[in-house]
């Protein structure tokens, strides 16, 4: 049984950058099964993410759930593949100022 939800260092900088870019974000980093890390949510459209760092590799579980689920899981490793993943490429720079 897990009590604790491990997530990557560059969680809470992801979703603190797709929020400032209007994006809605639900954290299901404590659901665990390989649930992907958030659901990220604008107009009309949502997207699961799983947020890993520059080296950091799918569990058994996390493929195994991306495997069966009936939409796509996107990896993400920065910010930039965050915002690009929801649209908003040209939104990077403008969300990073937001963070400093």
Do not use: Y
Not at 18 to 27: E, I, P
Request: charged letters at 25%; a positive charge; aromatic letters at 4%.
């Amino acid at each position: 049984m897990r009590f604790r939800a491990k997530v990557d260092r560059n969680h809470a900088e992801i979703v603190k950058a797709l929020r400032a870019a209007g994006r809605r974000v639900l954290d299901l980093s404590r659901v665990g099964q390989g649930c992907p890390d958030i659901l990220v949510g604008w107009g009309g459209h949502q997207v699961l993410m799983e947020i890993k760092a520059d080296k950091g590799k799918l569990t058994p579980q996390q493929e195994a759930f991306r495997a069966s689920w009936p939409c796509p899981v996107v990896v993400v490793r920065s910010v930039g593949e965050a915002l690009a993943a929801t649209g908003v490429p040209d939104a990077v720079p403008a969300a990073i100022r937001r963070l400093e």
